[in-house]
């Protein structure tokens, strides 16, 4: 049996321990939720005063160049491509998740139809648990090329190798399911994507910052991710975009604002595309919010992702094991792989009244998430999740389900 004192044991040896006091977590809270918008690190408020009373208060618009702001979505990127297995120059921090597929999936089509021997591919894979966003951009993409493109929804992991075929011109997959955990094996779906001639875009939202990833090794061809659930850049901060050096001189998108131009102040009335990373950038960037980003990076920088993983299975496993211990009379489904190599650094389980149970566990100062269909979901974040934390929700959890201290008639809120 697993008991408390075990749980603070782990507690005392975990290195990554002292990382907990970067964060400003609240008082009598168990944050689950990493997953979903991560924890605020203690130095975002200095930077974000920094920034507006220095940068923008005194220095004004000098500050373009004076403090970098032109060349911080790029220089921001530098600071996250080591998360990702990238290189140097091949990340833009900037705009939204949602924008930024448009921005791979449009260029990836791009490329595909310059190519003579992929020039007359019409089918777009990718899998119907997907994200939600990324199905729909998918289908606006679709519907405004109106090119006779086919959107093909694949039902499960098991069906990818044969839904990618030679009719196919991109894929795009989340690496780690938003809703079960569940990880894809990046490595072997490029390479087989591409053996069939097709590109490939990897959605990085629920890894980057929570598994090792490395897209130049894989050999990817193109990736997008936000910064503000495990990389604790705050809510709504700019996205990623990684164009790898391969892909970068012939690399084109419909957004193409000023700031992908090659000369962007000589006001040139024509579009003349920069060919380097800065192609996938729009235009004027949100300085604030883009430039706390840096902040929730520096926590990364005391550790490694390999001791991140480590930890955040070890989470993961107490947490699956405790609740199969102490709820185990209850009408549970862990939705969650138990395999370590497809699971990424959430837990989802699934109940018949999931939504209810979820608000009574956040009554109770245990913040995770609802998303349907009846599934509530546990995020790990090893900066700043202690073993200790594990045990104290599930304890919460179980004195919820076993005294049915929930509202079963509890109407949804507009965001679960």
Not at 21 to 30: C, E
Not at 267 to 295: E, K
Not at 357 to 380: C, K, N, S, T, W
């Amino acid at each position: 049996m697993i008991s408390a004192q075990h749980c603070a044991q782990l507690d005392q040896q975990d290195e990554l321990a002292p990382l907990r006091d970067l964060f400003a977590l609240p008082a009598h809270t168990i944050y689950l939720d990493g997953n979903s918008l991560g924890a605020q690190p203690k130095a975002a408020l200095e930077h974000a005063q920094h920034i507006i009373t220095q940068e923008w208060g005194t220095d004004l618009i000098q500050s373009w160049n004076k403090a970098g702001w032109f060349h911080r979505p790029l220089s921001i990127g530098n600071e996250l491509a080591p998360l990702i297995g990238a290189e140097q120059d091949e990340v833009a921090v900037t705009d939204s998740t949602s924008v930024n597929i448009f921005k791979a999936v449009a260029g990836a089509l791009h490329i595909q139809k310059n190519q003579a021997h992929t020039a007359q591919r019409r089918v777009i894979v990718t899998e119907r648990s997907n994200f939600p966003t990324d199905i729909y951009i998918l289908e606006g993409i679709k519907h405004f090329l109106n090119d006779g493109y086919e959107l093909r929804l694949v039902n499960s992991p098991e069906d990818l190798h044969q839904a990618i075929d030679q009719d196919v011109a991109v894929v795009l997959l989340t690496h780690v399911n938003y809703r079960t955990g569940y990880m894809l094996d990046m490595d072997e779906l490029t390479a087989h994507t591409q053996q069939q001639g097709a590109l490939i875009i990897w959605d990085l939202c629920h890894s980057a910052g929570a598994v090792p990833v490395d897209l130049n090794a894989a050999q990817a061809d193109f990736a997008v991710g936000c910064t503000y659930k495990y990389l604790n850049a705050g809510p709504g901060a700019p996205a990623f975009i990684w164009v790898p050096k391969k892909h970068q001189a012939s690399f084109a998108q419909p957004l193409t604002g000023w700031w992908a131009h090659q000369s962007p102040f000589e006001m040139q009335p024509s579009f003349a595309a920069s060919g380097d990373i800065r192609g996938a950038l729009c235009g004027t960037q949100p300085m604030i919010s883009l430039s706390l980003v840096s902040t929730g990076l520096a926590a990364f920088k005391q550790t490694s992702m390999q001791k991140i993983r480590a930890k955040s299975l070890a989470l993961t496993d107490l947490f699956i094991a405790l609740v199969e211990q102490r709820c185990a009379d209850h009408p549970l489904t862990l939705e969650t792989p138990r395999d370590h190599a497809i699971r990424g650094s959430q837990v989802s389980i699934a109940h018949p009244h999931g939504y209810a149970i979820m608000q009574a566990l956040i009554e109770r100062g245990v913040i995770g998430d609802y998303r349907e269909p009846h599934i509530m979901r546990f995020g790990f974040t090893p900066l700043y999740t202690s073993f200790t934390d594990v045990w104290n929700a599930v304890e919460i959890l179980a004195d919820i389900l076993d005294h049915k201290k929930y509202d079963v008639n509890l109407e949804k809120s507009a965001v679960t």
